[in-house]
């Protein structure tokens, strides 16, 4: 079927990539984008459509299908090369060198990894799924950091208590974010402590979708529901 639009958007042009599209990111300055598809290919395009890279399935070596999520970041470079960042629905991690098409790291969550997010430095990057736990990785080496997680104690809602679907950082500091999913909550990390410190209830967030306006410093969600899925 041909794209549509309703209301006030304007379809610029439209890109063939062959498959489902799961997942687009672009990078910082949009002169790159990526977009991972339902039959496991990860195509690098320019902004017009013209292909860069493409990554087929047999580079990953796990039995991952699907592309589920991937975060770009142009902050970590080397020698002024870039390295992308793909996170599959089997838990892979794959740091990704884009000039030779290398894997150059691999992680294993033992988990569904559905999102994941850069700090505003790219110097750390949080993931996040089908475990109540989001996991703190050092961007360059690799290293998990710390995992946020509740307390044992099931009165206190001092984290999430089922899948986590969307994660998003304070676009002005390095150390803070929030995270929602499946359990109605929104919930506010700090790098400092395991639980989290605040949260509010409402937002029933089933995908990535959730994030901050630096400016008025609100946040925005939204709900797999059929009334005010959007809410402020």
């Avoid at 937002?203 to 925005?220: E, F, R, T, V, W």
């Amino acid at each position: 079927h041909e794209p549509t639009a309703d209301g006030h958007l304007r379809i610029a042009y439209s890109i063939d990539c062959g498959a489902y599209v799961l997942c687009c990111q672009f990078n910082k300055d949009v002169s790159l984008l990526a977009v991972g598809l339902s039959n496991g290919t990860i195509k690098v395009l320019y902004p017009l459509g013209l292909l860069m890279h493409c990554y087929h399935r047999h580079h990953c070596m796990s039995k991952v299908l699907l592309c589920q999520q991937q975060q770009l970041s142009d902050k970590f470079k080397k020698k002024g090369e870039i390295f992308f960042f793909f996170f599959y629905a089997d838990g892979a991690l794959r740091w990704w060198h884009l000039s030779t098409q290398t894997c150059i790291k691999k992680v294993n969550e033992q988990r569904q990894t559905l999102v994941a997010a850069f700090s505003p430095s790219g110097a750390k990057f949080v993931t996040a799924g089908a475990s109540s736990n989001i996991q703190l990785y050092d961007t360059e080496t690799g290293e998990k950091l710390c995992i946020f997680k509740p307390s044992p104690c099931k009165t206190v809602m001092d984290g999430h208590r089922s899948r986590v679907f969307a994660l998003a950082f304070h676009p002005g500091k390095e150390s803070e974010f929030i995270s929602g999913g499946w359990d109605d909550t929104v919930q506010y990390w700090n790098f400092t402590q395991h639980q989290s410190i605040r949260r509010f209830f409402g937002p029933h967030i089933c995908g990535d979708a959730l994030d901050i306006d630096p400016s008025n410093k609100q946040i925005l969600t939204g709900s797999w529901r059929k009334d005010n899925p959007l809410q402020v």
